[in-house]
């Protein structure tokens, strides 16, 4: 089992900045990738960005290239997603997950665990 708590989120304007933080805990030594969805109200759930757990190549949505960054510290079991120049098409709430099988997808069924979410609002 792999437990994630999200954290960060909040209400800013846009072009403004926030950084989130997923915590991850139990059995870590079993994630090969994490990654960071978002969810819109009405809309399904959508890729953000993914990071390997070793060795940390990246991979984003088009989107937010250039704009969010995503990064690990994994001696804190932890994901960050580090997003400037927010625009209001970023409002959603965002959800950190982990995979334990090989590869990375953009497809939110492909994750094994996921945290409770935390909410983004950018204010126009």
């Known amino acids: 089992q792999v437990q994630l708590v999200e954290s960060g989120g909040g209400l800013v304007q846009a072009g403004g900045s926030l950084r989130l933080s997923c915590a991850a805990s139990g059995r870590t030594v079993s994630i090969k990738t994490m990654g960071w969805f978002r969810q819109a109200p009405g809309k399904e759930r959508e890729f953000v960005a993914v990071i390997f757990w070793n060795g940390g190549s990246t991979y984003y949505k088009d989107s937010v290239k250039g704009r969010f960054t995503i990064s690990s510290d994994n001696a804190k079991n932890t994901v960050y997603l580090e997003m400037n120049s927010l625009e209001p098409e970023d409002t959603a709430v965002y959800y950190c997950?982990?995979?334990?099988?090989?590869?990375?997808?953009?497809?939110?069924?492909?994750?094994?665990?996921w945290g409770q979410g935390t909410q983004v609002t950018v204010s126009s």
């Open positions: 997950a982990a995979r334990l099988g090989s590869g990375w997808y953009a497809t939110a069924y492909k994750y094994d665990y």
